[in-house]
């Protein structure tokens, strides 16, 4: 997401607030939004996928999905 899209969100949500939004602006800010939603998920599950536990006795576990754990 680049910081053009992030100020463009922001400006739709002062004008949403102030004048309101036409049919247009609100598709684009919903589109703006959805994209940057995903980006922040799609870097969360990126950053979880090379995270480890470090257990008491020192090993290493890494961190799965919780429907990934048969332990669950």
Same mark, same amino acid.
């Given at each position: 997401?680049?910081?053009? /899209? ?7 949500? *002062? /004008? $949403?607030?102030?004048?309101?939004? !036409? ?5 684009? $800010?919903? *589109?703006? *939004? ?12 990126? $950053?979880?996928? @090379?995270?480890?536990?470090?257990? /008491?006795?020192? !090993? /290493? ?7 990934? @754990?048969?332990?669950?």
């Amino acid at each position: 997401m680049t910081k053009e /899209k992030i100020d463009r969100i922001n400006e739709l949500a *002062r /004008k $949403q607030r102030g004048e309101g939004l !036409t049919e247009e602006e609100k598709q684009e $800010q919903y *589109r703006l *939004r959805r994209e940057y939603i995903d980006a922040y998920k799609q870097s969360l599950v990126s $950053q979880l996928e @090379n995270t480890y536990i470090l257990e /008491k006795d020192g !090993t /290493k576990r890494k961190v799965t999905r919780k429907d990934e @754990n048969p332990l669950n």
